[in-house]
């Protein structure tokens, strides 16, 4: 047999309680399960109990509340308060005003994730752009540092005309020693 649509939606309104009495998502159960030994009828007999919806704060200091929604046996709430600060009891009669600042929180806190990711992501290109940029302050100090030298290669290769003015065997020369400064420039 499954659950009713009016036990749900109490459950429901257990948790929005509970958020509305300063718990978190993370600290809200629902189906929780106790144990305990207790004495029936001359003997020792271990019990076991489901309770609907329990918020279990994380914090030292923290307090419990357990939330039993619909048709409860009163025994079960007498024998579950030792485990909680606080038993409350939604029968299936109850009427609620439903307060929606627990949505607006919700979206809020959704928000704050969304723009939590952004700020990684834009962190992220942030660090990306200035190691290009750190690459291109290097690079620009080479090159200003061996542009005199790029000058007088395009000298010695060109005149005005732009028209090669010495032969392959001397070019080939000044290649060669130029090649050691333009490695230099490429490993600095």
């Known amino acids: 047999m499954g659950e009713s649509e009016k036990h749900k939606k109490l459950k429901h309104y257990a948790r929005m309680m509970l958020m509305s009495m300063g718990f978190e998502d993370d600290e809200i159960y629902e189906e929780y399960g106790v144990s305990f030994k207790g004495h029936q009828e001359g003997s020792f007999s271990k019990k076991s109990y489901i309770i609907d919806v329990c918020g279990i704060s994380k914090t030292i200091n923290g307090r419990s509340i357990a939330i039993e929604c619909g048709h ?4 079960k709430l007498v024998q579950i308060k030792p485990f909680f600060d606080e038993v409350i009891h939604l029968p299936y009669d109850v009427t609620f005003e439903v307060d929606k600042s627990y949505e607006v929180i919700d979206k809020f806190k959704k928000r704050i994730k969304d723009l939590e990711t952004d700020l990684y992501e834009s962190e992220k290109t942030i660090n990306k752009l200035n190691t290009k940029i750190s690459y291109l302050e290097t690079f620009k100090e080479k090159f200003e540092k061996y542009y005199p ?12 005309n732009e028209t090669y003015i010495l032969n392959n065997d001397v070019r080939y020369k000044i290649m060669n020693e130029a090649e050691k400064y333009f490695k230099e420039f490429f490993e600095e």
Request: proline letters at 0%; aromatic letters at 12%.
């Open 149 to 160: 030298l790029l000058r007088l290669i395009a000298a010695i290769f060109y005149d005005e």
């Open 72 to 75: 409860s046996d009163a025994t």
